[in-house]
């Protein structure tokens, strides 16, 4: 069943389009993976799906979730909406942590705002939900520069998923920590999702991770999806010689999947 449909996205930039006709559907409880090059338009369309495109970059066409257009929202709708049903963890985890707070005041702000509990039982779920996702609960009381790139990202995956999105859309979020901190990230989500039943949106330009947790793929190219469907089938048997150029150059998979579990307990 579709939970989210993207019919015909343009975007375009203050000097030329940047994005074509996109038209997807992302299913409920699957691990859809948006893959190509860099400056593709794989994060400009991911931004527009919560309405947090920069100001210079307009959105048109329609992305149809539970029975509205998220681009004709209002802003004041889509706060509602965006962080509850649909949540986003970043490649810049730096970036989505305010230094001078403690990560306990990140999950307290975003409790606040989406649901209603008191303050011990804000400190309670907290804690148990930086268990869960590998982390200590004195993590609770630490600042975002007292973690490491991979515990950070860890505690953000925890703060994104508190409200039960339906969607989670994760991009790049492990471009920028090393092999073993993006392993361990990438297991959780995995894990995560299965447990949770939320669906993934899923960029990124490294076919390891399309490969090992993709359900299905959409290829894009100069701002236009050039193939999609079922990602075993893409990989084994691309149909655009673009997907085909993409898939013979990724790195190797074996440094990714000697990774032992031993290499990734906390
Ligand atoms: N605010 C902006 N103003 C003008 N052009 C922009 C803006 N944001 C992005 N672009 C352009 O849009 C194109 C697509 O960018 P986007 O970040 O979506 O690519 P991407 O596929 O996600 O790349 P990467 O993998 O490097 O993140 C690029 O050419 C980029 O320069």
Redesign the pocket.
């Known amino acids: 069943m579709s939970l989210l449909t993207v019919n015909r996205l343009s975007i375009a ?2 000097r030329q389009p ?1 994005v074509h006709e996109l038209s997807f559907d992302i299913r409920a409880g699957e691990w859809f993976a948006v893959v ?10 991911a931004s527009a799906i919560g309405q947090l495109l ?1 100001s ?2 307009k959105a048109t066409g329609e992305i149809r979730y539970d029975g509205r257009n998220l681009l004709a929202l209002s802003p004041a709708d889509m706060r509602r909406i965006r962080g509850r049903q649909i949540a986003y963890i970043f ?1 810049d985890y730096q970036g989505a942590f305010t230094p001078f707070h403690t990560i306990g005041r990140h999950f307290d702000d975003v409790q606040r705002l989406h649901l209603s509990l008191s303050k011990d039982e804000r400190r309670q779920q907290a804690e148990s939900s930086l268990v869960f996702v590998g982390l200590s609960e004195e993590v609770y009381d630490r600042y975002p520069s007292q973690l490491s790139g991979g515990q950070l990202q860890r505690a953000a995956i925890a703060i994104a998923l508190l409200p039960k999105p339906d969607l989670l859309i994760a ?2 979020p492990t471009t920028a920590l090393d092999s073993v901190s993006s392993f361990r990230v990438l297991e959780l989500l995995s894990r995560l999702q299965k447990e949770s039943g939320c669906a993934i949106l899923f ?1 990124t ?1 490294d076919w390891r991770h399309v490969r090992k947790y993709a359900d299905r793929i959409a290829v ?1 190219k100069d ?1 236009r999806i050039v193939e999609a469907g079922d990602a075993q089938e893409v990989l084994h048997r691309p149909r655009h010689p673009y997907t085909e150029l993409l898939i013979q150059s990724s790195p190797s998979l074996s440094r990714f999947n000697r990774l032992s579990s031993s290499e990734v307990t906390s």
């Not at 190509?36 to 369309?45: I, M």
């Open positions: 930039g203050p940047i190509g090059q860099s400056g593709s338009g794989k994060s400009v369309a920069p210079n970059l490649q991009d790049e960029i330009h894009m701002g």
